[in-house]
């Protein structure tokens, strides 16, 4: 019992000494509307529930976003994400970067987006197959 103790005792130092190491999130304001991405209600539904939070300027940060050490992973989520692809500020892409990543899209839908950790703590933003389907036509790509 006493090893046990020791241990919890430890752990939970361990603990409260991470959340010394907090993070501080982007979060961008007044992102011009004109800039956000335009398509398909139907898309757009999807995408506002299954990649906004990482990949738009509109992230919501649930409660445990500040909690070491998922805050900090989740920082790196979202900044990545959306240096990736940021739906917010779309049309201030080039016709080129916006042709590279819908032919990203058209891949990271068919199993790597949403990133799985995230699915985990948000079921509903699973994708279903027609769903995956109807993105990639949207996309006008194909894999060849
Ligand atoms: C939990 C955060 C998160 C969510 C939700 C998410 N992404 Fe991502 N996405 C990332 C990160 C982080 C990267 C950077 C590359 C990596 O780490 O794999 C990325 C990269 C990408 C890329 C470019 C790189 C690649 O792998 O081709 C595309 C395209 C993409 N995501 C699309 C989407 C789409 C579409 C959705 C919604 C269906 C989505 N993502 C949901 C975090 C996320």
Redesign the pocket.
Known sequence: MKVIKTILKYLLGAFLVMQLFFVTYDEPKNTDPALEIKAPPEIMA??KR??Y???SNNTVLPWYSHIAPISWTMSR??D??RK??NFSVWESYTSEQKDT?LT??Y???YH????R??VYAHPE?D?TQNERDM?REWTGKSPF
């Open positions: 999807v995408f299954s990649c939070d990482c990949h989520h979202i990545l994400g990736w692809l990543k990203e899209i891949k990271a839908v790597a987006m949403p990133l950790s995230y933003a994708l993105i």
